[in-house]
Structure formats: structure tokens, C-alpha cells
């Protein structure tokens, strides 16, 4: 569990996801209310994500860019993500992330739908990649620490688009 930003201001958040879920309960007739999880713990120029998978629905919000847009925060971002999470337990995985299947439960919501925010992200800060050395048979390349770590990990193998050989870690 993430530890909550300003408890005061979290408390609302819920309540707005209990009555957009109510309503897309009632407009899709579902007899159940799905469970999902809901964290503030994301960081840079994203105000919110969702993630589904096995493990069920996560909805992740930057507390960052919560305080500094409230209000519009709250009718907005928490809808537009809520939005993903009725897309995927209606539709499943073949609905497209802004497709007409999610524009529509934004509609449902009563908002126009938009994929983007315009807030102010010079708060906000992202996360800097380590970045690692790697040879080919034609030049170097500058892995981030993501794809090195699957690679250290045996999970993945790279190769160079020029000549087609596999990257090979410098050490450096």
C-alpha cells in the first residue's frame, strides 16, 4: 500500500470513484462492483494510469500534479482513468486505450472525453534512466537501465537494426 498524500483531499477522490462506478454499474447492469486497488504513487508528467492484468485493476495517481490542479483533478483525471478500468472489465483487452468504447463511458460520465491534460509538469518530476554501454558488430548503443536489467535478467535479447547482431554489455 502507498502512503496517502493530504488525507483530507483523498477522501473525496473515493466518493467520486463510488458514484462514476455506481454509474457505469447501472448503465452496464452489473450485478457485482468489480474490486480494484487505487495508489498515489506515480511520478512525472502523468496525472493518472491504469493497470489491469491477472492481479486486477490498479488506478495510479501523481499526488504531485493532484495538489496543484484539485479541483479539475478530481473531475477529470479520476474519471478519465475510472473510464479505462469500466472499458477493460466490459471489453476486455481488444478495446483500443481511447477508442469508441472508452469516449463513450466518458460521455456516461458527462465529459467530453480528452486524452490529455494540460497542467503544468515543471513540478513534476520523471524519473532519469540509468544508461548503459552496449556493442554491436557496427557501433555502440546506450542501453536505460530497464531493457540492461532484462537483459542482465535473461529475460530479453537485444539486436542492432544496421547488422542485425546481438548487443553485447561494455561494462561501462
Known amino acids: 500500500m502507498t502512503p496517502l498524500p493530504e ?7 473515493y466518493q467520486r470513484l463510488g458514484e462514476l462506478l455506481a454509474l457505469a454499474a447501472g ?3 452489473w450485478q457485482v462492483l468489480p474490486a480494484f486497488e487505487v495508489a498515489f504513487d506515480l511520478r512525472g508528467k502523468a496525472a493518472g494510469q491504469m493497470v489491469a492484468g491477472r492481479g486486477g485493476v490498479r488506478l495510479r ?10 479541483e479539475d483533478f478530481l473531475h ?11 472499458v ?6 481488444r478495446a483500443k486505450p481511447h477508442g469508441p468504447e472508452w469516449q463513450a463511458v466518458m460521455r456516461l460520465f458527462g465529459l467530453e472525453p480528452q486524452r490529455c491534460h494540460d497542467y503544468d509538469v515543471a513540478g513534476a518530476q520523471a524519473r532519469r ?3 548503459f554501454r552496449y556493442r554491436c558488430g557496427c557501433r555502440e548503443h546506450e ?8 537483459i542482465q535478467r535473461g529475460e530479453r535479447e537485444y539486436v542492432c537494426k544496421s547488422c ?3 548487443l553485447e554489455w561494455t561494462g561501462a
Do not use: K
Open 7 to 13: 488525507t483530507p483531499r483523498i477522501t473525496p477522490i
Open 88 to 93: 477493460w472489465w466490459q471489453y476486455g483487452r
Open 76 to 86: 477529470r483525471v479520476v474519471a478519465h482513468e475510472l473510464a479505462h478500468a469500466v
Open 129 to 131: 534512466l540509468q544508461r
Open 27 to 29: 448503465h452496464f447492469r
Open 143 to 150: 542501453l536505460t537501465s530497464i531493457r540492461h536489467g532484462r
Open 61 to 70: 495517481f501523481n499526488p504531485v500534479l493532484m495538489r496543484q490542479n484539485w
Open 164 to 166: 542485425g547482431q546481438r
